[in-house]
């Protein structure tokens, strides 16, 4: 049953982060593809987004799965890959599926750059928003201790 359980969980994280993902890079593509007077967003695009949002969430999560504590140095490796893998994918799903075949560069290169700025900043805020989560667990058991004595 506990092992039922953590995988409902993990598939739980990776679903969210998958969808987040999928619709930043959906409206990060639409967006500059606006700005390059196109108004609309194929729906195998779309799809296409919608998958590698999930491919890269399952990469992320698979960097961090279970619950264990991590040296230092593997905490770091960790750390880059969870930046720099989803990069990787996208570029590498944006030259494969096409997504940029008929626009000028300039609009593949600000999706990139946008993305990367996405991933780092998502990045630091769960990391603000786990240690907040910690530190307030950790009082709320502290908390506890003391009331239970």
Same mark, same amino acid.
């Given at each position: 049953m506990e092992k039922i359980k953590h995988y409902i969980k993990n598939?739980?994280?990776?679903?969210?982060? %998958? !969808?987040?993902? +999928?619709? =930043?890079?959906?409206?990060? &593509? %639409?967006?500059? %593809? $606006?700005?390059?007077?196109?108004? !609309?967003?194929?729906? /195998?695009? *779309?799809? #296409?987004? $919608? *998958?590698? +949002?999930? *491919? *890269? =969430?399952? &990469? #992320? /999560? =698979?960097? &961090?799965?279970?619950?264990?504590?991590?040296k230092k140095s593997q905490y770091k490796i960790c750390t880059v890959l969870w930046n720099i893998g989803p990069i990787v994918i996208l570029l590498l799903s944006q030259m494969i599926l096409g997504w940029f075949n008929n626009t000028p560069i300039w609009v593949m290169i600000a999706f990139v750059i946008t993305m990367i700025a996405y991933f780092i900043m998502l990045w630091i805020f769960l990391n603000l928003f786990y240690k907040g989560d910690t530190n307030e667990l950790n009082q709320l058991l502290n908390d506890f201790k003391q009331s239970s004595n």
């Open positions: 598939e739980m994280d990776v679903e969210f982060f %998958g !969808s987040v993902h +999928g619709l =930043a890079i959906i409206f990060v &593509f %639409g967006f500059f %593809g $606006w700005l390059n007077h196109v108004d !609309s967003v194929p729906f /195998k695009f *779309i799809l #296409q987004m $919608w *998958i590698v +949002g999930y *491919i *890269i =969430a399952w &990469f #992320q /999560k =698979a960097l &961090f799965l279970g619950n264990r504590v991590y």
